[in-house]
């Protein structure tokens, strides 16, 4: 079974600048999840989709973030424009819908400079 | 609100050792409880979680939890630790799928 997918896995951007971030979920997995772990700390939730629904965005800074899952598979995960403090990795996890396990990808590190 | 605490950031074991990594969380029914590893670079890989049930769960690894609800904690073990459990470690609480809160890591050392 293929993992979850991340893509790109390193991304450099001066501030003000746009990126975008992309990730496919396992097969079959309804739920997808983009989290935010700054240096130091653990992730922290930004988003939570079902299918193509958003359940959860309250700690997504929306004023400059945003994200999409169009087709209810693969999601982008967008920033514009980018600060300094958004220096971090942005993990992609799914899981089955009503199953509390989550999968995560290997992540794309920002640096913001 | 829900929330993890993770009292160690560094723990330095040797090889060989046992080990416990300590999780305290706050929340206001049932909590699933999660611990995960991250290995430089990678991703997150679930060690073991607790739904209901036996309160003490086996995971991947060797690794063990026990869950106590009087001590609002779900602390780690592993009877002998190897070289490459050096890596850093996560515990979550969470509603099922819903919400999940991570504390801030601990990082394991160990030592030859």
């Known amino acids: 079974e293929a993992g979850v997918a991340q893509s790109p896995r390193y991304k450099i951007i001066e501030k003000r600048q746009s990126v975008a971030f992309w990730c496919n979920p396992i097969?079959?997995?309804?739920?997808l999840y983009w989290y935010q772990q700054i240096l130091g700390q653990g992730p922290k939730l930004l988003i939570q989709?079902?299918?193509?629904?958003?359940?959860?965005d309250s700690q997504l800074p929306k004023d400059r973030f945003s994200a999409e899952r169009l087709k209810g598979v693969d999601s982008t995960l967008k920033i514009q424009p980018a600060k300094l403090e958004d220096s971090a990795v942005y993990l992609c996890?799914?899981?089955?819908?009503?199953?509390?396990?989550?999968?995560f990808g290997p992540g794309t590190r920002l640096t913001v400079t | 609100a829900q929330s993890v605490t993770q009292p160690d950031i560094h723990i330095t074991v040797s090889e060989g050792a046992s080990l416990e990594l300590r999780c305290n969380y706050s929340?206001?029914?049932?909590?699933?409880l999660f611990w995960y590893v991250q290995s430089p670079g990678q991703g997150l890989q679930l060690l073991l979680k607790?739904?209901?049930?036996?309160?003490l769960v086996q995971g991947i690894k060797g690794f063990e939890a026990e869950f106590k609800r009087s001590q609002s904690s779900f602390n780690l073990r592993k009877p002998s630790v190897h070289w490459s459990d050096a890596a850093e470690y996560f515990c979550?609480?969470?509603?099922?799928?819903?919400?999940?809160?991570f504390g801030a890591g601990t990082r394991l050392t160990v030592k030859p």
């Open positions: 996890a799914s899981s089955l819908y009503g199953r509390g396990e989550q999968y």
């Open positions: 097969s079959g997995h309804a739920t």
């Open positions: 989709f079902q299918n193509n629904g958003v359940v959860d």
């Open positions: 929340y206001g029914a049932t909590p699933y």
């Open positions: 607790y739904f209901s049930g036996d309160t």
């Open positions: 979550a609480v969470g509603a099922g799928n819903n919400d999940m809160r």
